[in-house]
């Protein structure tokens, strides 16, 4: 009987982690990996920034019939706006009057003394501020606040782009190197736990890859778009039971899918490249780890990354039960 290389991984036991750990020197590897997150920062933080341009402010000093937006700008009203008023990453500040609702995200809306707002206030990353007594507000309207997070709001509204290209800085590279260390040690954990379902995984996503990825993505379509739905036509009890199982569903998947894909990727790249512990399931979780954040951490890229890992780690719970049965696709 012929057996793939996929199955006859599936049947090498695991090695015990701490001995693993102790003989292929794993803090060595975590410290050149800490060293090379230092040498690019150092590279980043050379760059010369440009001069950043001075906030242009969008006024209105007459009467305008429509809403009045600035996107990146802030607005202000020291006449009459007959709609609304809605800064994105700046502020609103009104000294004339506003008939409608005032909404900022990642800015302030300020209330001059004598102006008048008609509708609600909503503020988002910011907070509303009455400098006096003497402002006016429909006792009607209600006012809706989040003050958190409002730098980053901020810098969101006025660069979206900058979630596809996130900026290189020591906090950055910070953030990715816990990633790994807290991936890298949920793996062990995980792994240590459940060696023979992550072994089933691997060499599951190894023989039936595409399948996997199909029956994740009908899962989460599924779990998105047709739960929701359902939802709606559920008393309220039951949709808290029914939203929390959905949730820890999906919890359960991200966690048990990245193990597994992690460990996939660590054993290939011992094969192909990186001949360091041939045996050793610690190492493999930590080069798998370390290639798959530093994948989504690249600029425009890591959307699509972050989806196929989401994806694949569905579909890998969904199809947990199932032996490697299945032919090769």
Do not use: C
């Not at 006096?132 to 709001?153: D, F």
């Amino acid at each position: 009987m012929v057996i793939s290389r996929a199955q006859a991984n599936l049947q090498t036991p695991l090695p015990q982690i701490p001995t693993a750990l102790r003989k292929f020197g794993l803090l060595r590897l975590v410290a050149l990996f800490v060293w090379s997150l230092v040498l690019v920062g150092a590279v980043y933080a050379q760059g010369v920034e440009g001069p950043k341009p001075e906030e242009r402010v969008v006024l209105v000093n007459g009467v305008s019939d429509s809403t009045v937006f600035g996107v990146g700008n802030s607005v202000r009203v020291t006449g009459t706006v007959k709609q609304g008023a809605m800064a994105f990453g700046a502020d609103v500040i009104v000294e004339g009057v506003v008939e409608g609702d005032v909404a900022s995200i990642g800015g302030n809306v300020i209330q001059r003394p004598g102006s008048r707002i008609g509708g609600d206030v909503i503020v988002l990353g910011g907070t509303y501020i009455a400098e006096n007594s003497s402002v006016t507000r429909n006792p009607a309207a209600k006012t809706i606040m989040y003050a958190g997070y409002q730098q980053e709001l901020r810098e969101m509204m006025r660069n979206p782009t900058g979630l596809l290209s996130p900026r290189w800085s020591p906090t950055y590279l910070g953030t990715r190197l816990l990633g790994v260390l807290f991936w890298f040690i949920v793996s062990l954990a995980v792994t240590a736990v459940m060696p023979g379902t992550i072994s089933r995984g691997v060499a599951r996503l190894q023989l039936t890859s595409l399948r996997v990825a199909a029956i994740g993505f009908i899962g989460l379509v599924v779990l998105f778009f047709t739960v929701p739905l359902s939802l709606r036509f559920m008393p309220e009890p039951l949709q808290v039971l029914v939203g929390l199982l959905a949730l820890l569903l999906l919890i359960v998947a991200s966690v048990f899918g990245r193990v597994v894909l992690y460990a996939a990727t660590g054993r290939w790249l011992q094969r192909k490249y990186v001949h360091i512990g041939n045996n050793s399931e610690a190492v493999a979780l930590l080069l798998g780890t370390t290639l798959w954040v530093l994948l989504t951490s690249l600029p425009y890229v890591w959307p699509f990354m972050a989806a196929f890992i989401l994806i694949i780690s569905f579909g890998l719970a969904l199809t947990a039960r199932y032996r490697v049965g299945w032919k090769s696709v």
